[in-house]
């Protein structure tokens, strides 16, 4: 599987909810994984393996710990039903947004399927949805899928320091751009005018290449 099929593979959406008590957006990412639901939930929710697809992580993954991702976020586990999904806080740069996953199996055996369904759920703020769109979050998830499903499929394991150097080659750059561009067809579905949109995921796409947007 390469890196652009995986990103086919992959359902994304924006929707508006209001969020302990204040207006809030999510943005959505669902793919199913050739895996059964012990499998799957075994992968998102033990240290060892999540290190494996994600970054590596510390602390307590029960209900009620604390967990660190090494460089990212951290957080506390709000809620957790195995096998079908869990709550978790997403504190980052001084800010804390909400984290859901849900799993659903479908099949059993050999032909089983596992459908894993992401939720991140912030509290609006116009000024960076309007810079950066959607895709300010939403790319660095198509990366944490593409990890998960390259690990599910063939036991590749993501090392941060080379997933970081191969973001800069062709391969990586075409992952990221084909990434952004499904941003802005979600941020078109929920609504945004479509010159927005697009002149936001190029800024977006721009500050994770580092490179200038066209004019």
């Known amino acids: 599987m ?9 359902t994304r959406s924006i929707r508006s909810l209001d969020y302990e008590g204040k207006p809030a957006r999510s943005l959505l990412v669902e793919q199913a994984y050739a895996t059964d639901i012990d499998d799957l ?10 290190s494996r697809w994600f970054l590596p992580v510390s602390g307590d993954l ?14 506390t586990v709000l809620s957790c039903d195995p096998p079908r999904g869990y709550r978790i806080t997403w504190e980052y740069g001084g800010e804390v947004t ?3 996953i849900s799993l659903a199996s479908s099949g059993s055996g050999a032909g089983s399927e596992t459908t894993f369904t992401l939720e991140h759920i912030a509290h609006v703020d116009e000024s ?5 769109g ?7 998830w198509d990366g944490a899928l593409l990890g998960l499903g390259l690990y599910l499929t063939s036991g590749v394991t993501m090392d941060p320091a080379e997933s970081m150097a191969w ?3 062709d391969e990586g750059k075409a992952f990221m751009a084909t990434s952004s561009e499904g941003w802005r067809q979600a941020d078109v ?4 005018d479509p010159d927005l949109a697009a002149a936001a995921a190029a800024r977006c796409l721009a500050a994770y290449t580092g490179e200038p947007t066209e004019s």
């Open 98 to 100: 909400w984290v859901e």
């Open 62 to 75: 029960s209900e009620g710990g604390q967990y660190s991702l090494e460089g990212n976020a951290s957080g």
């Open 41 to 50: 939930w075994n992968a998102v929710t033990t240290a060892d393996r999540i």
């Open 167 to 169: 973001m800069q080659s």
């Open 134 to 140: 959607p895709g300010a979050v939403g790319m660095g």
């Open 189 to 192: 579905a929920f609504g945004t």
């Open 2 to 10: 390469s890196a652009l099929d995986q990103l086919g593979q992959v």
């Open 128 to 132: 960076r949805w309007s810079e950066f």
